[in-house]
């Protein structure tokens, strides 16, 4: 037996600079309320994870590679029946909502998109299927140029691995999927997306629908070109166009992204738990108006520890050089096979199971 643990062991040593290094979203925060995201290394061996989640199924902590299949909705796997959920967490209208990773690598340079989609009045069967999203926020190459300067996902890295957007003030109500993404571009030619879903339900008295021009599909935004494609470190480059439409400009709504570049992200936000909504509950809330829901507590809900990714900002004063460095290493390392990476997490993940331990 021992012998076994001590192969194992060696093996998880031997695979973990390959597969550990990527990210995933840990928490949602919805008007300061705190929602525990689906954590792929524990809710995939726990069939009724407490508290329950708003956030649809991940695998694991890998990207998703093929930008034209459905897993480029809200990750591998989330799309199908038996994977959803049937929880919803409130914010009203006009209220931000935060995305706090458990890490980012500094290398993974990349935009950062935020979309939405009506469900209508639940989302724990919505298919996503046709022009149903509207982008909400979206951030790309803020400065510099693509090999040594600053990228979305080094502004989220600074802000304490999370990104804020704001709800559209006048949007109507109703349930609605959020879709949050880092698109990790430094593999050229092998863009890494990394999407997720939470359902959401939208208070308040607004009215506010997107335009029809606005409203795109999924897949369908992401195309054999330059701002998936793109060679970053290819010296020189000072422009990069984001994929998709551009933000919604629906009841004069404005992108908030200015918050996320003077560092306005989240550092220490005291645990306070959001009231999980399902059945009729959802309904009722829909039909209210303004924060319904602004301070329930859900019964058995625990913090989410967070990693040391997660709290500190050190590589947010990485200099330019050694990310420029890192990032060429690691761009070849990451060019492993799906074959070989696949195999790799599923060793992880027995491995993890077998012996108990807590990703």
Same mark, same amino acid.
């Given at each position: 037996m021992?012998?076994?643990?001590a ?14 290094a990527?990210g ?7 008007n ?24 649809r ?12 299949g ?16 049937t ?12 995305f ?8 993974h ?5 935020t ?32 090999d040594?300067g600053?990228?979305?996902?080094d ?12 709800v559209?003030p006048?949007?109507?109500s ?6 949050h ?13 990394y999407?997720?879903?939470?359902q959401?339900?939208v ?17 369908g ?8 494609m793109?060679?970053?470190? !290819?010296? /020189?480059? =000072?422009k990069? @166009? ?6 919604t400009k629906?009841? #004069?709504? *404005? $992108? ?21 909504l399902s ?5 009722a ?11 329930g507590? !859900?019964? /058995?809900? =625990?913090?989410? @520890?967070?990693?040391?990714?997660g709290?500190t900002?050190k590589? #947010?004063? *990485? $200099?330019?050089?050694s990310?420029?460095a890192a990032?060429?290493?690691s ?7 799906t074959k ?5 997490k ?13 990703h």
């Open positions: 021992k012998s076994i643990i192969a194992t062991l060696l093996a998880l040593s031997t695979i973990a600079p390959t597969v550990s990527h995933y979203v840990q928490n949602v925060i919805l300061g309320n705190t929602f525990t995201a689906f954590l792929p290394f524990q809710d995939n061996y726990d069939p009724k994870p407490s508290p329950k989640r708003i956030t199924h991940i695998p694991d902590d890998g990207p998703v590679t093929n930008f034209n459905k897993d480029i909705v809200c990750n591998v796997g989330a799309q199908d029946a038996s994977q959803r959920t929880s919803h967490g409130a914010v009203p209208a006009g209220a931000e909502v935060t706090r990773w458990d890490r980012w690598p500094t290398d340079h990349g935009p950062v998109t979309y939405m989609a009506s469900c209508g009045s639940d989302c724990s069967n919505f298919d996503t299927t046709g022009n149903v999203w509207f982008k909400i926020d979206h951030l790309g190459l803020v400065s510099g140029t693509t040594t600053t990228w979305a996902s502004v989220l890295i600074a802000n304490n691995i999370s990104w804020t957007v704001t559209p006048k949007l109507k109703g349930a609605y999927l959020i879709r993404e880092i698109l990790a571009l430094h593999s050229a030619g092998a863009p890494q997306f999407p997720h879903c939470s959401l339900v208070t308040g008295s607004g009215t506010a629908t997107p335009s029809s021009s606005e409203l795109v599909a999924i897949p935004i992401y195309k054999n070109d330059q701002s998936t793109i060679n970053i470190w !290819n010296n /020189g480059q =000072t990069y @166009t984001i994929a998709g439409p551009a933000v629906i009841g #004069a709504y *404005t $992108t908030t992204n200015a918050k996320n570049k003077l560092g306005g992200g989240p550092g220490a936000i005291p645990f306070k738990a959001g009231k999980i059945g009729n509950a959802v309904t809330a829909i039909g209210s108006t303004g924060d319904a829901v602004a301070s507590n !859900n019964a /058995g809900a =625990t913090t989410t @520890t967070t990693t040391k990714a709290t900002t590589a #947010a004063t *990485t $200099t330019k050089a990310v420029a990032s060429t290493t761009a070849k390392s990451c060019k492993v096979s070989k990476r696949n195999a790799a599923a060793s992880k993940r027995h491995a993890k199971k077998r012996l108990s331990t807590e």
